[in-house]
């Protein structure tokens, strides 16, 4: 669960953050009920806060 606090990933998990945002993205364009469109915002504002932060630990493995 990504809510979990106990919930941990790696940078391998990249490409599954990047999809699941775009799904998210799909998804908030299409929905009409307004609660349902900001939920949807939220998961995909938690999934982006997840990505960064995977992405600034690749950054520095590779030293960058």
């Known amino acids: 669960c990504l809510l979990c606090r106990h919930f941990v990933t790696t940078p391998k998990n990249l490409p599954f ?3 699941k945002i775009n799904e998210i993205d799909a998804k908030i364009i299409k929905e ?3 609660h349902e469109k900001e939920l ?3 998961i995909k504002k938690l999934l982006i806060l ?3 932060k995977l992405l600034i630990k690749t950054e520095e493995n590779n030293g960058v």
């Open 17 to 19: 953050f990047v999809k």
């Open 32 to 34: 009409n009920i307004v």
């Open 40 to 42: 949807l915002v939220k």
């Open 50 to 52: 997840y990505l960064q």
